[in-house]
């Protein structure tokens, strides 16, 4: 009696998985960032503002140690007064060339996370929709999975469906 309870048990647990494997699929959002129409077009947009901003940052940094240099080399020349007034004047300016770094690495990290952002309160939608579509029950993000069936991953799907209603997006 116990035999055949276990293997009916056992037979209503496999039926119940296979049921479950058709209704669970994944998806790699990272990968529909990066590589639709729109996520290029960001991380060219993303690139640029960095290149932009290392050049500037470059530029004040290359000035400030002009200034140093100069200082040092006026050291036995001033009198003390004036060199320690330049020493103030150039801590000053290391003091305001770090806080402008960290304003641009904020603005850049906000801008790179608020167009992601964006990005993505675009595709859910597109998601909810296609799911709603294929009756699929359960999405998985791809890096949580450790083995899984290619059938099942919908990434290229939601990815052309992305490309054709967003060619572009505007990025603030």
Not at 29 to 51: F, M, P
Request: aromatic share 10%.
């Amino acid at each position: 009696m116990k035999f055949l309870i276990s293997k009916i048990i056992f037979f209503f647990l496999i039926v119940n998985i296979s049921q479950a494997n058709e209704n669970i699929r994944f998806i790699n959002i990272n990968y529909i960032i990066n590589n639709s129409d729109a996520g290029k077009i960001l991380n060219n947009l993303i690139k640029k503002k960095n290149n932009k901003f290392t050049d500037e940052l470059n530029k004040i940094g290359k000035s400030l140690e002009e200034k140093k240099n100069k200082i040092i080399s006026q050291k036995n020349i001033l009198k003390k007064e004036e060199f320690e007034k330049l020493i103030k004047e150039y801590d000053v300016d290391v003091k305001n060339f770090n806080e402008t770094r960290k304003k641009k690495t904020n603005e850049l990290s906000n801008f790179n996370a608020n167009s992601k952002k964006k990005m993505l309160d675009l595709l859910n939608p597109l998601i909810k929709d296609y799911l709603q579509k294929e009756s699929i029950q359960i999405l998985l993000q791809k890096e949580k999975i450790i083995f899984g069936d290619e059938k099942l991953d919908i990434t290229k799907e939601i990815l052309a469906t992305f490309n054709s209603k967003y060619k572009s997006i505007k990025f603030e």
